[in-house]
């Protein structure tokens, strides 16, 4: 079956840096947008990153623009989010998902949030 298997959550000061990974499996990887979606305690969904296909298309969040970096590595079936100058407001429980293959289904998706598979997600908390 399909499963995403995220990793690389843990506790780190204000100011500091994780990479998250995203290990996916049962399915062909390459073709499909691939998502980072984070919800805190109490708070509803926010949509963070997404990468296309060929990992050349990106795209972020305001809250994390110019600090997050979303890539992937096709021969790995591996989903990456480089995570600098981290703040209290990422602490979140970040969810990595399947996307579609179509661009324009790939963006109204960052608002629906209509994903077929997600991992079961992993903590971050940015705290001193």
């Known amino acids: 079956q399909v499963q995403l298997v995220e990793s690389g959550g843990a506790l780190v000061q204000p100011g500091g840096s994780l990479r998250l990974s995203c290990v996916a499996s049962g399915f062909t990887f390459s073709p499909y947008y691939m998502v980072w979606v984070r919800q805190a305690p109490g708070k509803g969904r926010e949509w963070v990153a997404d990468i296309n296909s060929g990992g050349g298309t990106t795209s972020y969040a305001d809250s994390v623009k110019g600090r997050f970096t979303i890539s992937r590595d096709n021969a790995k079936n591996t989903l990456y989010l480089q995570m600098n100058s981290l703040k209290p407001e990422d602490t979140a429980l970040y969810y990595c998902?399947?996307?579609?293959?179509?661009?324009?289904?790939?963006?109204?998706?960052?608002?629906?949030?209509?994903?077929?598979?997600w991992g079961q997600g992993t903590q971050v908390t940015v705290s001193s």
């Open positions: 998902a399947r996307g579609p293959t179509g661009w324009g289904t790939a963006v109204s998706r960052r608002l629906s949030f209509n994903y077929d598979y």
